[in-house]
């Protein structure tokens, strides 16, 4: 029986405790108050905006009740003075220990307010567009200054914070474009996104050592600020920005130290690492010097530095963070420390006066737009350890006219040279496609160089590069693909080392310069069995531009064999050395075909090529067709009629 009224309190208890809350009034000194009352104290309002504490039309000054029927008033609730408009001064009774969430909000009559020692909390938009509002002075006792509580407090022109605040909220006092000065205290820890943002009028700022977050936009659209005022350059360091935004610096654009303008940087000995955005924005810098302590410079830590001329970084630094000197356009030259070994995204875009850049060997990856937009950079190395150059890394960079990629790089992103219309100079690994690599500038090139090490030169390479003249290819290349140099009408010189065994189709298509038949006769076959072969009639002589001078041993062919039967004499090549790799010519492998220099050297049809064939009692025409330099091609074709 005891246990079942036991249970039976606590159900009528729990019931009294869902019940709803009911409005009350009373009047006082002729104005009726509309209050609740919750755990014997009472609060004023109804809790919403359809339930103020007053009569909107209420005007003039008023003086709130320290007691309603009774009870202790705590609690300045929730829209308790909602647009009351007409409303010019508040007394708040020292009773009274929070101001709940828009209790004022669109008071625009509201020109003061006397807020207790009492009050602790300040609630969201509790003095939100009281327009009127000239001073207002925050006791003491309050440790948090809500989100928006002084919103689009355009009258406002001095607040004072009191050393309990440890938080700023968020748009705390944005659009207060009349207020001209503001004293942050040392209690504060954190600043919220866009708590100052909009204050036009505000000249300068001092952010107190204790600040260790401030959130993005926290000062944005304040056009009048002109200087940022700390005490400790090791605490600034050390502060958390959101954003690159959240940085006061970003439109102040000059940090004071002690008073004293910072012009030329001295981050102290001890600081391990510079924060993100810690100086993004400080125009009035010409010149950092980082110590050895530190490791890490963070995302954004220079960005828009735009007097920022030079810049020592430490062997001791391993991470050079994303964006770290993004618009740094007074750096003119920068040495990367041999400790880094990534250089992240955009690190020295719009660097626009870098001329020049040292990338160590131990880096091996250039991110994503690197180096955009650096217009002073002419020319730039990249070391053997880099395997992944990302998209855009050297995009717009006008200037550069050559370019060193080297074997190690695996990955190439997508329009990594775009923009680069000087660029004419490239040494890079057979195995990229130019018009993949340099796309949309394939066509100005004009000099390629192939590395030593690289093995093929893959399909398509160079195919479209219209205006490359020279190409060096090293002797370790084996092959060249299909339509390798297909269409580089403009290639003038192209020496292909003795170690090309294999050719791919049209591997010279549409390069006029090196496609011209040189030597063209007729043969008849022999009889059926006899493997003899005879010259019935010569088609065409040597064209005269490529007759030699001199009679240099290797720069002639002596004689064309078949099969040891017939020779061609009197006729000379230009440019050296023959090759037999490009005497591909019939189906069948009848009969051999050597070519034979003045020096006694002979070149015969090497393995897996197809020696010409001339089968009994048949005519052909042979031709020997210039290719490249010191490549020839012998070719036969059947003739129904000897002319």
Known sequence: ?????????????????????????????????????????????????????????????ITIPSIL?????????????????????????????????SAFSGCSGLTSVTIPDSVTSIGYSAFANCSGLTSVTIPNSVTNI?????????????????????????????????????????????????AFSGCSGLTGVTIPDSVTSIGSSAFSRCSGLTGVHITDVAKWCGISFSTADANPLCYAHKLYLNGALVVDLNIPNGVTSIGASAFSGCGGLTSVTIPSSVTNIGQGVFRDCVGLTSVTIPGSVTSIGDEAF??????????????????????????????????????????????????????????????????????????????????????????VFSGCTNLTSVTISSQWELSSVFSGLYENIRSVTIPPGSTNIVAGAFKGCSALTTITIPDTVTSIGDEAFYNCSSL?????????????????????????????????????????????TVVQNLEAPYALTGTAADRAIASVTVNGDCSIDSFVLKD???????????????????????????????KGARPLTIPASSQCLISITRVAANVFLVMREELDDVQ
Request: proline share 4%; aromatic share 8%.
């Open 1 to 61: 029986m005891r246990k079942m009224s036991r249970q039976l309190v606590c159900i009528i208890v729990a019931c009294i405790a869902i019940l709803p809350v009911h409005a009350l009034t009373e009047s006082v000194d002729g104005i009726t108050w509309t209050y609740t009352v919750v755990n014997g104290v009472a609060s004023i309002g109804g809790g919403s905006s359809s339930s103020p504490a007053v009569r909107t039309s209420t005007s003039g000054a």
């Open 69 to 101: 029927g009774g009870y202790p008033v705590t609690s300045i609730g929730n829209y308790a003075f909602y647009c009351c408009r007409g409303l010019t001064s508040v007394t708040i009774p020292d009773s009274v220990t929070s101001i709940g969430s």
């Open 146 to 194: 809500g989100d928006s509580a002084f919103y689009g407090c355009s009258g406002l022109t001095s607040v004072t914070i009191p050393n309990c605040v440890t938080n700023i909220g968020g748009s705390a006092f944005y659009g207060c474009s009349g207020l001209t000065s503001v004293t942050i205290p040392d209690s504060v820890t954190s600043i919220g996104s866009s």
């Open 326 to 415: 993004y618009g740094c356009s007074g750096l003119t030259n920068v040495t990367i420390p041999s400790s880094v070994t990534n250089i992240g995204q955009g690190v020295f875009r719009d660097c626009v006066g870098l001329a020049s850049v040292a990338i160590p060997n131990s880096v091996t990856n250039i991110e994503a737009r690197a180096f955009d937009n650096c217009s002073g950079l002419a020319s730039v190395t990249i070391p053997d350890g880099v395997t992944s150059i990302g998209n855009g890394a050297f995009s717009d960079c006008t200037n550069l006219t050559s370019v060193t990629i080297p074997d190690s790089v695996t990955s190439i992103g997508n329009g």
């Open 492 to 536: 003038q010189s192209l020496n292909i080392p003795d170690s090309v065994t294999s050719y791919g189709v049209n591997c010279f298509e549409r390069c006029p310069a090196y496609t011209r038949s040189l030597y063209r006769a007729i043969f008849g076959g022999g009889s059926s069995g006899s493997s003899s072969v005879v010259v019935t």
């Open 576 to 606: 050296g050395k023959v090759y037999d790799s490009m005497l591909y010519v019939s189906n069948t492998a009848d009969h051999e075909v050597t070519l034979s220099l003045p020096s006694g050297h002979t070149y015969k049809t090497i």
